[in-house]
Structure formats: C-alpha cells, structure tokens
C-alpha cells in the first residue's frame, strides 16, 4: 500500500505541474471554451486541463506496473490504446469541434477494441452473460457511460468531483476485497485531484472533452476487470450506483430530446446543473448538493461490502431509488419555477 500511495502522490504532483503548463499555453494559442448562452462560465477558460490528467496517470500507472512485475504488455495495450484513443479524438474536438457523429464512431471501435480484447462485464446481477450479449452490452456500457461523464461537464468542479469520488471509492473496494484494480484507481484519482486544484470555483481551467471522455472511458472499464469472487455479484451494480448520477443525467437528456422530437445529440441547458440553478441554487451551492449526493452514494456502496449478499444488494438498490427520486424532485421543481416565469 505504501508504494501505491508513493505512486499516487507523484501522479498528483505531475497534474499540479502541468496544469499551469497548460494554462499558459492555451493562452498563448488561444484554446479557450468561449462563453456562450449555453454556458455557465463568465470569460474564456483554458480547456486542455484533461492532457494533464490523462499524461500523468499514463506515465505513472506504466512505471508502476513495470516497478510491481505486474506488467503484462498483452493484457495492457489493448486498454491503453483504446483510452488514448479516446483521448486524442477528444483533445482534437476540444480544439477543432470534431462533428459528433465522428466522436460517436471513435468511442465505439475504443469499446470494440477494449472488449474483443477480453474486456467484458460477464456478470449481470448474478446472471452469466452469453458471450454474444456480454460483447454487446460491454460496447453500449462503455460508450454510454463515456458520454455520461462528458455531458455531465458543465459546471466548475461537478465532472471532477463525480470522477474523483468514485474512483477512490471503487479503490477501496478493491483494496479491501483484494482486487487488483486499487492501484489504477488510486493514480487516477489523484491525477484527477491536481487537476480539481485548479478547476474548483471559479475555474482556472476545464478538462475539456479530451478529459471528461477519457475519464469516463477509464471508469466505464473498471466492472470489466476480474475481481474477487466475493465482489464479483455485485460488481455491475456497484459501478452503475456509483455512476447514477451521470447516467441518469444522460438518461433524462436522450428522453427529452426524443420527447422534444430533437436530435439526441443536440446540445440543451436543462442538465441536473441548469435545473438547480434555475430554481435557485447559487453555482456553489448545486456543486455541493451534487457532491454530497455522490458523498452519499459512496458510503452507502462502501457500506455494502460489511453486510451479507442480500442485505447488500437491498441497500444498493434503495440508495438507487433515492437517487432517482432526487433526480425526480429537482425536474419536477424545475419545470414548477418555468411556469411560473411563463405566468
């Protein structure tokens, strides 16, 4: 444990580096995410803040595993290949603007390549997936849940405290159930936390989409992984709890859109975010509710694992439904304050 957090601690110091790096060079190119209507930002931001994320946890979570002898360069390629191809596409669009479509087609080969690779969620609440559903259902989780986390980017510190939360909560998971995964969370997280040094409000720079995709690639992968058998049951609920929060911020957007007979991938300003500022909510004040939500969620996850199968899928599930009814309760509020501003 101790070379972990040695590892960890060095992942942090390189994001702390490189981000006024990043800031300073965006500057003197001119990359900025522009204020527009939709945004909630005031001023040009720097926007490349996810290079320093993403090139600090691959520089040293691959010094690790080589330091640890627990490097397998067949097992690793395929993933790291694939996140970094997410990566660039997402840093080229966070600069150019690269058609949605074309981002769509770049995270499902990533998907492909990570699950033809042996990559999969197998395991489904206890049920064993056939192959042919496991393959699919692993391209469709990994795909969804990177545009969950990068739709859920748009207020100063909410993407990052999402990430960073859950990360070390699934770390400790692994840590106490003697998974291997604890160390690839850990430096991650702690890329991601010199990162939030600078995004907290008011943000001196974004992660962009080269950031919040990557981010949501890497934790979108984290059930595929074998885990201990004792963790393995509950493995896809767990994640699914722990990403609830952008997961059904997506699943609100498709069902709107569709609803409003938009396309699904057209941009909106009634995210979870925009709803609470609308009906109140000071910035600070929504990224803090929605923190402790995630707060909230990792303890009742972590709780899980002190209590028997059952009990633990009982509470998963009920921290779930509240969840969603706090989900409910901001929408419903929300659509009460635009008819009175209709009025």
Known sequence: MLDIAIF???????????MP??????QLKGVYDYHDERKIHTGNISRLGGIGIFLSFTIVSIVFSIYSKDFNLSYSIPLLLASFLIFIFGVIDDVYNIPAVLKLIVQIVASIIVVLSGFR???LFGWILPLPLSIVFSICWIVFV???????????GLCGNLAFITLISHGVLCFVTRSSQDSFCFILAASVLGFLCFNWPPAKIFMGDGGSQSLGFLIATLPLFEVNRTFESNKFLIMLLLSSIPILDVVASIW????????VMSPDSAHLHHKLLNIGFSKNAALFTITIMQLLIAISVLASVLVIETSSVLLLLVTFIFVVSFFAIVHYSNRAVIKMQKK
């Open 8 to 18: 960890s601690a060095v992942s942090l110091i390189l994001s702390l580096i490189s």
């Open 146 to 156: 990177v545009n969950a986390y990068n739709l859920i980017d748009g207020l100063d």
């Open 21 to 26: 790096v990043i800031i300073k060079i965006c």
């Open 121 to 123: 969620i197998t395991n």
């Open 256 to 263: 709107r859109r569709l609803r409003e007979h938009r396309p």
